[in-house]
């Protein structure tokens, strides 16, 4: 089969959504197929980071200004029509084409030229946005057409990939034919990263992501400040995020006055480099509170931490728990709370040296079994095949 996988990304990029469309690109190509990916967002990164096996070949959805477009802010509205013109200049149309996110006038756009070739739609979705975290806020255009695209439109397509189980049971509930696939990674091969630890003699943690309003990084702080006063050696790596944006945008974090002697910003860097920090410490960690927007998404940054071998420390929500468990690939927070959290990281600093290395094998084997693209080949494919 030829897969086209379109939508409003950058590619390559070291964000969750590059990342996705990587792992779902990298598992149908494994399956035997030809992918060729349209990203309609420029990248900043170097195309030599694509994959090699896959063609990249994408537009610039946002360069276009005509009639209302020229407006500052609205273009966002009405993208999809450089996509829809890229697919009408292809030699060969492919038999299906994949569209990442539930961006309304992609998805409008998409069916009508799905309608009019045959080729099979697809969705790949992978969260159900809080209106109030989308331009405009809950009563502006963006958080209108988002809702009207997840209860409406999103079921009028030939299949649905889900990320998690949250989406699964809804589409799934509304007759829609559904398959839930995780973030995919390919498990990194075995290198020896200079631990932090040998140099800081810490619990070393990290938070890797460019956050939003999901993280809940008042109870994440808080239980880190608790640590420390009872002792804890611990030391916090943010990656994603400079010092100055992370104090702006969330002012009301309160980090210590000399927090350098145990926290270390990175900024925004490449996802390779971005890895190698990851693979140096102990853990990573994520928590977030059970809102509708956590229970539907699926971390990235979770699979991603597996894949190199390196546990999760994580409260309960979307499908972690599935995979975190206690002695198997990291330590739960077992209450959303600064002592919750205190109490999770309390435990990963007593695991001894040889409890460790046992934690970090379990987390790649985890990875392997239920992260790994070449598991998901030919399910992926067997789903695309029932349509064609």
């Not at 609205?74 to 450089?82: E, H, K, N, P, S």
């Not at 973030?183 to 990194?188: N, W």
């Not at 198997?328 to 209450?335: L, R, T, Y």
């Not at 693209?373 to 064609?388: C, D, H, T």
Request: contains cysteine; aromatic residues 10%.
């Amino acid at each position: 089969m030829k897969i086209a996988y379109v939508g409003p990304f950058a590619f390559p990029e070291s964000h969750a959504n590059s990342l996705r469309v990587r792992g779902m690109a990298e598992a149908i190509a494994q399956g035997g197929h030809e992918v060729v990916i349209c990203p309609g967002m420029r990248s900043s990164e170097d195309k030599k980071n694509s994959l090699l096996s896959i063609h990249v070949d994408g537009v610039d959805e946002y360069s276009r200004r005509s009639g209302l477009s020229r407006l500052p802010g609205v273009r966002g509205l009405f993208i999809g029509d450089a996509t829809i013109d890229w697919l009408r200049s292809r030699s060969k149309k492919p038999d299906a084409i994949i569209l990442y996110g539930t961006h309304l006038s992609y998805l409008l756009r998409l069916q009508k030229y799905a309608a009019e070739t045959g080729v099979k739609l697809f969705l790949d979705v992978v969260e159900w946005y809080d209106p109030r975290h989308l331009p405009g806020g809950l009563f502006g255009p963006y958080a209108a057409m988002n809702e009207w695209a997840m209860r409406h439109a999103t079921k009028k397509v030939d299949g649905l990939f889900v990320i998690s189980s949250y989406l699964d049971r809804y589409f799934s509930s509304a007759g829609c034919r559904t398959l839930r696939v995780p973030p995919l990674f390919s498990v990194a091969p075995i290198k020896e990263s200079a631990s932090f630890r040998d140099t800081n003699a810490a619990l070393n943690v990290c938070y890797v992501g460019s956050p939003g309003k999901k993280e809940d990084f008042s109870v994440l702080f808080s239980g880190i400040k608790m640590a420390r006063d009872h002792g804890l050696p611990i030391y916090f790596h943010m990656v994603g995020v400079s010092e100055f944006e992370f104090r702006k945008s969330y002012p009301n974090v309160a980090l210590e006055e000399k927090s350098a002697d145990w926290l270390r910003f990175y900024g925004r860097i490449s996802n390779d480099a971005a890895k190698n920090v990851i693979a140096s410490c102990d853990f990573t960690i994520i928590v977030r509170q059970k809102t509708r927007v956590a229970q539907a998404g699926f971390p990235s940054k979770v699979s991603e931490s597996l894949s190199l071998g390196i546990p999760v420390i994580s409260n309960s929500f979307s499908d972690v728990e599935k995979y975190i468990r206690p002695n198997n690939a990291g330590v739960m927070i077992e209450d959303l709370s600064a002592n919750g959290v205190f109490t999770a990281l309390s435990a990963a600093a007593k695991l001894n040296d040889a409890e460790l290395i046992e934690l970090k094998s379990n987390a790649r084997a985890l990875a392997k079994r239920d992260f790994s693209p070449s598991e998901y080949s030919r399910e992926i494919g067997s789903f695309l095949s029932e349509f064609l």
